[in-house]
């Protein structure tokens, strides 16, 4: 706390596009009081600024190299809550895509004969290398997610982050459902919260968000292949942003398998 | 009461006439399908719809309704939830309007919810009847609701070029004499809706294979029915199935705040049985803990614990949830199977 | 088939106006902790009113801004002076809002709601309770009344377990008890520790230390959901007929009017019909136990 | 004297990188920018993804211009499959396009560069000494960022657009309420010009060629061919010509460069290539900021924007004046006309020329990609930049000069996370 009794609060980025701390400043469009409630003693986004009391942490970005590490330890060692911003922090997300193809090939399409030169491994969502308090889901954040967490830790509870999937959102907006209209979509199996605004705006859910706790995801499979998608096309639809975590639940089940 | 006869021209002219006095709600167009707005243009009305993806519930028991608002300064005040408005609700399909009345229930029995009824006392039900099946997923047929002899407050038949009137309250009545141009029905009238009402019939198919007053002694018997199993598998857990459904009305109650922590809202929304959280304590013991179970818990409340609570059944027979189910598991298809198992081991 | 249980209230809640999900607002009195994670609170309701329960009901208890749960009214009618008692275990979001109010501070309340027990039928019997952890709370309500009209009941055996024994609760209590000759405690703990020199072992291991005349007991369990089965089991081999076995169910609760769905056991809902049953009631409930 | 500035990390701009200045005994040694952002790769994740895929992956190389990525990114597949887009749907695309570059360019000149003027850190400290302002800057962007909502789902992730069209369409009452707010908001325009125009803006002179896209009958910012001040002009798919991108072993970013050591792209590129196509208004707004081309002082890049915001606003109530003239009508994606094939997609983001190259195979799936990003194409001439500036304020105290610096690296607007998108050129 500081002497003002707000909390303070910092931001931290790692490997994202800075599209969630982008969302957050946008979040003041409509309530600028959130200055008010809380301290922002570190956003290199937007603020020169640097203070290192911090109490609450938001981590934007998943951690892509082992000189990451180091700097996500620390800042958990500082702040006593930890909060994972968007889905690169919590999913690894977009960035996971590398995964798909071996790491030196990856470097070497990009840099050539100078690949040796930059360091870089397996993108990784940050709570593979620091405990995680909280997430706030999505590619990006949703704006009112993220104040309606700010105000849920203000308050000492549980962020009101949903444990059901989109479709139950997707429902309520009275979409026509995007296998009816011959699509396919990942909304039964994706953590809801976002509105179903790709459902609604005509384009499939990718799980951004990541998956809800015991999604049936062979039931999902099934229902995708009946509408026409290869197992190749399956894939694809599950790797979007959570590559890492398929590849997670993949080696598990082969380790549980041994 | 006697019967009366609107032109269909005259439907625009009724609802001008109603737009300053009320909330008008009724089928409109939408995301290719149709769905229950409030309608600001009369013209965008479309009587002859065929089904929604939610039920015209959503303006009795909204999604997200406020219950009141606190303000937390100093220790906490109490502001009740705002009042609601006059609305007039059009073109309510009788098994829609089955299931208002059961909702009516639902909200008045035992301690009477303040919210739902003040909703409900100023609104107006237009109900209309239907004279083909909405497609092959609707059952009302078999499940009684194809028609209706009360719960509406006027009830519309379509005759081509004019809709048959029946007035069904008081309420009805005053508004047809206050808003719209009709008259009374001539004899040919009367004969001609009596002509359209027996055509109807039998266009509509019974889908169950049973009589439906045995529904709930087949659930009762069927608890242990493997059937519940199967549907696990194949249940996504989505919960489009309550969501869409007309009679569905658990629900969650959640507390909302500004900015400053002190001022905010307690809320009511929409829940459902089908969702993992739903019956989970503190300390994650989830009382139905697997989709099968779940299931099993929706279809009998559906076909039973419903009907034992407030002696009319769960279920109306309009076939949303099956038209919104991505895997197939349909009222029909699982009341018909249960018959089937039942059939087959000699019980029912 | 499954049974419809016929059950009629017994008690009508008396703090539910019109806006049943508006809550009144009682005043702490006192706080003291009686556990590692529980609470005891005195609270008084506005213009000293007096609460009116039943042993057995619960309240919704309301933080303004963080929300609402279900907490059974652990003192007893017989005793209200103008206040009744909570027990709260910190355990989420609204309990751990609940623990950080003080002395003074104002608190939200509905009900009560749900059957209490129904005392009048116990009275003449002997008692036999065996609460678990946190299930002294609800039950110490009906414990109290029964103590403070001893001479209406038989034998009064309290048998009462915990995991460890800091987490036997309301510790004055059961020492008083202890010295009272017309209460036959016995106390166990799951996982002993240096001070304690009771009965180690899960409650069902302190059944060997009684016997009952069956036909006269009313036996009356309240605690985790894992426990029942294994008590109800000890109460049956004792020959003690189902309609005389009460326990409580405690569901997941939003409304506390028999609508929200989440309390709802088959076609019963806990929080109307309960959570107070007698084994009879539910036995043939599948999603009951 | 010797001073080293060592600038880790420059806040108030998009990404990581890193000022490195040596002087010693008055000599400037070195002086290097650093881009020290994590590379991400890109352009090797979109390998084997299907072309409809790749609009929503390669917007996420940077939430600032996500709707220009996704841009640059369709018209490479449409170019690429050949697909002719329908007038309404190159007027969507462009009312988006606007949405984004107002949001951008709000962000970036109030939030991040104001407050170097108005004596604060930040945008923090600067809401509560001059409130209007921040609050005008909130409502402008929230604006900007509701045109981009009611075309394409909203600005960060669009998720309507889609190759060959939309997928949804706004409705004609939210075409209606966006046209009453930006006419609303020209007091806001007008209010941003005026104080941009009294702000004291550093001399600073350092002519370079400036490089960006045109076309004949627009002030071009999606499509259209590559213009330099130097004369040069040629289309968009030879741009490897001008970009010459080439690794440095201290950035993680490529740098480039065309007829000079380096060139500039960015607003200022684009109001020196393009001003007579301005709009009226945007020309008296230039007026009332000094500036006619060529204008080569660099800190004035953010001039420009405020050029452009004005324009971008005009442009926007001029577009949904056609598209409500028409109607909006819902149509189904422009249709494929080839399975696979090579097409370059060029728009013009906030920052500057952005190109994405796109190789899709029969099957289609993306076979091979190549993004050129703006603030790459600026690093070399931020480098030149500094070299000239860092002699002018050699005496001034070294946390001054670092002001300096960071205001200079600031001007350029540098996207930095964008920017290590880097590849290598060749493919397959
Ligand atoms: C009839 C009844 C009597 C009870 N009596 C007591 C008591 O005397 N003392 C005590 O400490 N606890 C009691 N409980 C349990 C108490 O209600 C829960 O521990 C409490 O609701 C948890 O809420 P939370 O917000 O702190 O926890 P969270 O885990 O943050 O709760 C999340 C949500 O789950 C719901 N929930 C979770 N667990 C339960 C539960 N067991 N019952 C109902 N809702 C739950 C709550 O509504 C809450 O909104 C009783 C429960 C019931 C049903
Ligand atoms: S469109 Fe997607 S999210 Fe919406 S109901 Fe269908 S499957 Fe679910
Ligand atoms: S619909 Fe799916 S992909 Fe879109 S924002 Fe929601 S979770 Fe993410
Ligand atoms: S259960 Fe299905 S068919 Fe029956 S009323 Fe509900 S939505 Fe309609």
Not at chain 1, 14 to 21: D, K, M, P, R, V
Request: charged letters at 25%; one cysteine or more.
């Amino acid at each position: 706390m500081s002497q003002n009794g707000k909390p303070k609060v910092a931001f931290f980025d790692f490997t994202s596009c800075e599209g969630c701390q982008l969302t957050v400043v946008d979040s003041l469009q409509d309530h600028p009081e959130l200055l008010n409630a809380v301290e922002i003693v570190q956003f290199r986004e937007a603020m020169s600024e640097k203070g290192e009391d911090y109490l609450v942490a938001f981590i934007e970005g998943s951690c892509t190299r082992a000189s990451d590490e180091a700097r996500l330890k620390k800042i958990r060692q500082q702040a006593a809550v930890v909060v994972a911003l968007g889905a690169c922090a919590h999913l690894g997300g977009v960035n996971t895509l590398k995964y798909l193809h071996p790491l030196d090939e990856v470097r070497q399409y990009v840099y050539g004969d100078k690949a040796g030169w930059y360091d870089t491994y397996d993108a990784r969502p940050i709570e593979a290398v620091i405990p995680v308090d909280y997430f706030i889901p999505g590619c990006p954040i949703d704006r009112d997610e993220f104040l309606a967490t700010v105000k849920a830790l203000l308050l000492g509870k549980k962020p009101p982050i949903p444990d059901y999937p989109v479709c139950v959102e997707c429902k309520l907006k009275e979409n026509t459902c995007l296998f009816t209209l011959g699509k396919v979509c990942m909304g039964p199996v994706t953590r809801a919260g976002c509105k179903a605004i790709c459902p609604s705006y005509g384009q499939s859910c990718e799980a951004c968000r990541g998956f809800i706790p015991d999604p049936n995801d062979s039931s999902m499979r099934e229902v995708l292949a009946k509408h026409g998608l290869t197992p190749d096309e399956i894939t694809t639809m599950y790797t979007m942003f959570t590559t890492y975590q398929v590849r997670e639940k993949l080696m598990q089940r082969a380790s549980t398998h041994e | 009461m006697s019967l009366k006869i609107i032109q269909k021209s005259e439907i625009l002219d009724f609802i001008h006439r109603l737009l300053p006095d009320y909330r008008v709600v009724g089928p409109v167009e939408s995301n290719g399908g149709y769905a229950f707005e409030e309608i600001s243009d009369p013209a965008d009305l479309r009587l002859n719809y065929t089904t929604t993806i939610l039920p015209p519930k959503k303006f009795l028991l909204p999604p997200q309704e406020l219950l009141f608002k606190f303000d937390n300064t100093n220790g906490g005040h109490l502001q009740p939830g705002p009042e609601r408005e006059p609305t007039v609700i059009f073109g309510v399909h009788t098994c829609d309007l089955h299931a208002i009345q059961l909702l009516d229930a639902v909200f008045t029995n035992g301690f009477a919810d303040p919210n739902y009824l003040r909703q409900r006392q100023q609104t107006v039900l237009i109900s209309v009847e239907c004279l083909t099946p909405c497609d092959e997923n609707s059952f009302c047929k078999s499940m009684g609701t194809l028609s209706a002899d009360e719960g509406y407050d006027l009830h519309l038949t379509d005759l081509g070029d004019a809709y048959a009137v029946d007035i069904g309250s008081q309420k009805g009545e005053d508004l047809l004499l206050d808003y719209a141009a009709s008259k009374d029905a001539a004899p040919e009238e009367v004969q001609r809706l009596n002509a359209v009402l027996s055509e109807k019939w039998p266009k509509f198919p019974y889908r169950l294979d049973f009589d439906v007053s045995d529904l709930p002694s087949l659930l009762s018997l069927s608890m242990k029915s493997p059937l519940w199993a199967e549907l696990g598998e194949r249940c996504l857990a989505c919960a489009a199935c309550t969501n869409v459904c007309p009679t569905c009305f658990c629900f969650d109650i959640k507390d909302e705040v500004e900015m400053d922590l002190k001022h905010g809202q307690r809320v009511r929304i929409w829940d459902s049985c089908q969702l993992d959280e739903f019956a989970t304590v503190a300390g994650g013991h989830n009382f139905r803990k697997n989709k099968a179970l779940r299931q099993r818990h929706r279809f009998l409340r559906k076909g039973k614990y419903i009907l034992d609570a407030h002696q009319q059944l769960g279920c109306v027979g309009c076939g949303r949830c099956a038209r919104a189910c991505l895997v197939d598991i349909t009222p029909v298809g699982v009341f018909n199977e249960l018959y089937r198992q039942t059939q087959v081991e000699g019980k029912l | 088939m499954i049974t419809v249980p016929n059950l009629t209230p017994v008690a009508e809640p008396l703090h539910v106006g019109e806006q049943i999900f508006q809550p009144e607002f009682g005043r702490i009195r006192t706080v003291e902790q009686v556990g590692p994670l529980e609470k005891l609170f005195t609270i008084e309701l506005p213009g000293g009113k007096s609460l009116d329960h039943r042993p057995g009901q619960f309240l919704e208890v309301s933080i303004l801004g963080v929300g609402e749960a279900p907490i059974s009214i652990s003192s007893s009618p017989s005793r209200s002076n103008g206040v009744f008692e909570m027990c709260v275990r910190k355990v989420g979001d609204v309990t751990s809002a609940i623990h950080r109010l003080q002395s003074g501070d104002k608190i939200g309340l509905r009900g009560p709601f749900g059957h209490g027990f129904p005392i009048e039928k116990f009275r003449g019997k002997d008692m036999l309770f065996a609460p678990g952890g946190l299930g002294l709370a609800p039950l110490r309500s009906l414990i109290n009344q029964v103590l403070d009209e001893r001479a209406l009941f038989g034998r009064v055996i309290l048998l009462y377990g915990a995991k460890t024994p800091p987490e036997l609760l309301f510790k004055d209590e059961l020492r008083e008890w202890a010295e009272r000759s017309d209460i036959e405690l016995h106390l166990s703990v799951d996982r002993g520790d240096e001070t304690w020199t009771g009965n180690v072992g899960v409650i069902t291991t302190l059944f060997k230390f009684i016997t009952v005349n069956p036909r006269n007991t009313v036996a009356v369990t309240v605690g985790p959901p894992a426990m029942y089965r294994f008590v109800l089991m000890e109460f049956m081999g004792m020959g003690i007929p189902e309609g005389n076995i009460y326990l409580d169910l405690e569901r997941r609760m939003k409304c506390g009017v028999g609508r929200c769905g989440h309390c709802q056991i088959n076609n019963i809902y806990a929080c109307q019909s309960g959570p107070v049953f007698s084994y009879k009631d539910i036995k043939g409930l599948e999603e009951a136990l | 004297m010797s001073k080293r500035i060592d600038v880790h990390h420059v806040t108030r701009v998009e990404g990581h990188g890193n000022i490195v200045v040596e002087v010693a005994g008055g000599q400037l040694k070195e002086c290097r920018f650093d881009v020290v952002e994590t590379p991400r790769f890109f352009e090797a994740m979109l390998i084997g993804r299907p072309y409809l895929e790749a609009s929503h992956i390669t917007s996420r190389i940077c939430g600032i211009c996500a709707t220009g990525h996704a841009t640059a990114s369709l018209r490479a597949s449409e170019k690429a499959l050949g697909v002719e887009l329908s007038e309404q749907s190159q007027q969507l695309r462009k009312l988006t396009f606007h949405g984004e570059q107002l949001d951008s360019h709000v962000l970036h000149i109030y939030m991040l560069v104001a407050p170097d003027f108005l004596g604060v850190g930040s945008v923090i400290p600067l809401a509560s000494s001059h409130p209007e302002v921040v609050l005008r800057a909130l409502r402008m962007k929230k604006l900007a960022g509701d045109i981009c909502a009611v075309v394409a789902g909203r600005h960060t992730h669009p998720i309507a657009m889609t190759v060959g069209g939309f997928t949804h369409f706004p409705k004609v009452s939210e075409l209606q309420d966006l046209r009453r707010r930006l006419i609303e908001g020209r007091a806001d325009v007008d209010a941003t010009v005026d104080l941009f125009a009294s702000l004291p803006w550093p001399s600073f002179d350092r002519d370079t060629e400036y490089v960006s896209l045109t076309k004949p009958d627009e002030y071009a910012f999606i499509d259209g061919e590559i213009i330099t001040s130097d004369g040069a002009r040629l289309p968009a798919e030879n741009y490897q010509q001008v970009t010459n991108e080439h690794l440095v072993q201290h950035s993680t970013a490529k740098h480039t460069r065309h007829l000079r050591n380096s060139y500039m792209v960015g607003a200022l590129a684009r109001f020196n290539n393009n001003y007579e196509q301005l709009h009226p208004r945007a020309k008296e707004a230039a007026q009332k900021l000094g500036m006619k081309p060529k204008v080569t002082n660099t800190f004035l890049n953010s001039a420009a924007q405020v050029v452009e915001i004005v324009h971008c606003s005009e442009d926007a109530i001029q577009i949904i004046d056609q598209l409500l003239a028409k109607g909006v009508h819902p149509e189904a994606p422009a249709p494929v006309r080839q399975t696979g094939g090579e097409g370059v997609g060029v728009c013009e983001v906030p920052r500057g020329m952005l190109v994405h190259h796109y190789w899709i195979g029969e099957d289609g799936k993306m076979t091979g990609a190549n993004c050129i990003i703006p603030t790459n194409q600026n690093l070399a001439n931020l480098e030149q930049d500094m070299q000239a500036l860092v002699p002018q304020i050699l005496d001034k105290p070294v946390e001054q000069m670092q002001l300096d610096l960071e205001m200079l690296v600031r001007a350029y607007d540098p996207c930095i996370s964008c920017s290590v998108h880097v590849l290598k050129v060749e493919t397959k």
